[in-house]
């Protein structure tokens, strides 16, 4: 049996249940697990043992009871540090929020405390998820666990470090255009982004609104879709929640592809993207086949665009959110008071960091009378040629396959001077968040020790297929077991 900090959600449960170990011993093995290994690692940047282990023994009475126990009861989870856990610092790793300590829980928070999860604390994250490496956290960077030296990927470094680590059992994350896909393939581990509207978005902190979505990062595709049922579904406290049902997501994990049809688009392998990550792809797209899929190559022409058309959108978006920091009402306060406005501009001033701020001066100045229709509109009508690129495409095909990143995790510091080549980090994931798509990302090889990432994109309300695709790749290979040596 594989050491208690290094189960998987699906393994911890049936232990659990049948008694060969309580919640206490599990969070206490994590809890030692991080004591060991956090200070390289720097996952986290507030841990809770206290409430982790009041947790565990509230999950402990449940499931000696055998009463109202669920998946997730007793299982030790980590969350990002944007969505608000009622009496948990959450700062955003942003120094403006630094001693911010929220009333209230997010939508998910709940579902999850209802569930008995065990609270292991807050995971490190690029400050306001603006960025592709966990560099722009206010705090410190976190490390990759394949290589130390190396970045963990953005903006839920944090969350994907931790569960590559066995830092946690698993963890949520955000994803704006492509932040939980985008670090759990540098990281080795399995991120979703669900479709826009299936998970509530009460409670995260928003970067930018129409494209934020939260989802899971676990250790393999079972537990993504155990997640996945936990935090799904209708809240009336988000006007963009849908309401739909809510499949049971484990019946999705068949192995059987005989028939499925999958595009392959070649804007997905352009420039920029490496051999090995290519030749990764489509040594996957084999296994498929091998497996009874019809795979194909195929064009989303407008593809192309994504990333132009993102970040006009995203820090518009960004800059009338972010406007609510202004020092009067919580968060940092510049101890320099010039006026109400000098207060404002200086406690914006200290409180952002630099990232915060290019990203808040390109969104207003989009946004400016005389410049919005030059680009705010033009982007969102390239949003929408984008969005029928993939609806023609899913008229065709039942999953498109894709890298999740163009590149293996690259050196700390790398590129923090090239801002190009950091945006290029997310060429392949943001066009997903524009259309609104679901989409997963899970180990299908490693180029230098590092891992690739596969993304399998799904039609809108389709999490099911993602999934069967996914867990049938998995259930073939081998490389979701690999694990760092720390």
């Given at each position: 049996?594989?050491?208690?900090?290094?189960?998987?959600?699906?393994?911890?449960?049936?232990?659990?249940?049948?008694?060969?170990?309580?919640?206490?011993?599990?969070?206490?093995?994590?809890?030692?697990?991080?004591?060991?290994?956090?200070?390289?690692?720097?996952?986290?940047?507030?841990?809770?043992?206290?409430?982790?282990?009041?947790?565990?023994?509230?999950?402990?009475?449940?499931?000696?009871?055998?009463?109202?126990?669920?998946?997730?009861?007793?299982?030790?989870?980590?969350?990002?540090?944007?969505?608000?856990?009622?009496?948990?610092?959450?700062?955003?790793?942003?120094?403006?929020?630094?001693?911010?300590?929220?009333?209230?829980?997010?939508?998910?928070?709940?579902?999850?405390?209802?569930?008995?999860?065990?609270?292991?604390?807050?995971?490190?994250?690029?400050?306001?998820?603006?960025?592709?490496?966990?560099?722009?956290?206010?705090?410190?960077?976190?490390?990759?666990?394949?290589?130390?030296?190396?970045?963990?990927?953005?903006?839920?470094?944090?969350?994907?470090?931790?569960?590559?680590?066995?830092?946690?059992?698993?963890?949520?994350?955000?994803?704006?255009?492509?932040?939980?896909?985008?670090?759990?393939?540098?990281?080795?581990?399995?991120?979703?982004?669900?479709?826009?509207?299936?998970?509530?978005?009460?409670?995260?902190?928003?970067?930018?609104?129409?494209?934020?979505?939260i989802g899971p990062i676990t250790?393999?595709?079972?537990?993504?879709?155990?997640?996945?049922?936990?935090?799904?579904?209708?809240?009336?406290?988000?006007?963009?929640?849908?309401?739909?049902?809510?499949?049971?997501?484990?019946?999705?994990?068949?192995?059987?592809?005989?028939?499925?049809?999958?595009?392959?688009?070649?804007?997905?392998?352009?420039?920029?993207?490496?051999?090995?990550?290519?030749?990764?792809?489509?040594?996957?797209?084999?296994?498929?086949?091998?497996?009874?899929?019809?795979?194909?190559?195929?064009?989303l022409p407008y593809v192309e665009?994504?990333?132009?058309?993102?970040?006009?959108?995203?820090?518009?978006?960004?800059?009338?959110?972010?406007?609510?920091?202004?020092?009067?009402?919580?968060?940092?306060?510049?101890?320099?008071?010039?006026?109400?406005?000098?207060?404002?501009?200086?406690?914006?001033?200290?409180?952002?960091?630099?990232?915060?701020?290019?990203?808040?001066?390109?969104?207003?100045?989009?946004?400016?009378?005389?410049?919005?229709?030059?680009?705010?509109?033009?982007?969102?009508?390239?949003?929408?040629?984008?969005?029928?690129?993939?609806?023609?495409?899913?008229?065709?095909?039942?999953?498109?396959?894709?890298?999740?990143?163009p590149t293996v995790a690259f050196?700390?510091?790398?590129?923090?001077?090239?801002?190009?080549?950091?945006?290029?980090?997310?060429?392949?994931?943001?066009?997903?968040?524009?259309?609104?798509?679901?989409?997963?990302?899970?180990?299908?090889?490693?180029?230098?020790?590092?891992?690739?990432?596969?993304?399998?994109?799904?039609?809108?309300?389709?999490?099911?297929?993602?999934?069967?695709?996914?867990?049938?790749?998995?259930?073939?290979?081998?490389?979701?077991?690999?694990?760092?040596?720390?």
């Open positions: 049996m594989s050491e208690l900090h290094q189960l998987t959600i699906h393994e911890a449960h049936h232990l659990l249940r049948r008694r060969e170990v309580s919640s206490r011993e599990l969070t206490q093995a994590v809890l030692e697990r991080i004591e060991a290994v956090e200070p390289r690692v720097r996952a986290y940047i507030t841990l809770t043992p206290e409430l982790a282990l009041q947790q565990a023994e509230e999950a402990d009475r449940l499931l000696q009871a055998g009463d109202g126990a669920g998946l997730l009861t007793g299982i030790p989870i980590a969350l990002k540090d944007n969505l608000c856990t009622r009496g948990v610092l959450t700062t955003c790793a942003s120094k403006i929020l630094q001693n911010f300590v929220p009333p209230y829980d997010a939508h998910v928070v709940e579902r999850l405390r209802q569930q008995h999860a065990v609270f292991t604390g807050k995971t490190n994250m690029d400050e306001f998820a603006m960025g592709s490496s966990t560099e722009n956290s206010a705090f410190f960077p976190t490390r990759n666990p394949w290589k130390l030296d190396c970045v963990p990927g953005g903006s839920s470094g944090g969350s994907a470090a931790a569960v590559a680590a066995d830092l946690c059992i698993a963890a949520l994350g955000s994803d704006t255009g492509g932040s939980i896909r985008q670090p759990a393939a540098m990281c080795g581990v399995v991120g979703m982004k669900p479709t826009y509207g299936r998970v509530s978005r009460y409670g995260l902190i928003a970067y930018a609104s129409s494209l934020d979505q250790k393999d595709v079972t537990d993504c879709a155990l997640l996945l049922n936990a935090i799904c579904g209708k809240d009336c406290r988000d006007s963009t929640s849908v309401d739909l049902p809510v499949p049971d997501f484990t019946a999705a994990l068949v192995p059987e592809v005989r028939g499925l049809r999958i595009g392959v688009p070649k804007e997905f392998f352009a420039q920029g993207v490496a051999p090995e990550v290519a030749q990764a792809i489509h040594d996957a797209v084999r296994v498929l086949e091998g497996a009874g899929a019809v795979a194909e190559e195929t064009s665009y994504g990333l132009a058309c993102y970040y006009i959108l995203a820090p518009a978006e960004a800059s009338s959110n972010l406007a609510r920091y202004d020092g009067v009402k919580y968060g940092w306060r510049t101890q320099k008071l010039e006026g109400h406005i000098g207060m404002v501009e200086k406690t914006r001033g200290e409180g952002f960091g630099a990232e915060v701020k290019q990203r808040i001066m390109i969104g207003t100045y989009a946004l400016s009378a005389g410049y919005y229709d030059a680009y705010y509109l033009k982007a969102q009508q390239v949003r929408t040629l984008i969005r029928r690129d993939f609806d023609r495409a899913f008229e065709r095909y039942d999953v498109l396959l894709t890298p999740t990143s050196r700390l510091g790398e590129k923090v001077d090239d801002p190009l080549a950091m945006k290029l980090a997310d060429v392949c994931t943001i066009p997903v968040n524009i259309a609104g798509l679901p989409a997963l990302s899970l180990p299908c090889g490693f180029q230098d020790g590092l891992p690739i990432g596969m993304q399998i994109i799904g039609k809108p309300w389709d999490e099911e297929t993602v999934l069967r695709v996914a867990y049938t790749y998995e259930q073939a290979t081998d490389w979701h077991r690999r694990k760092p040596v720390l």
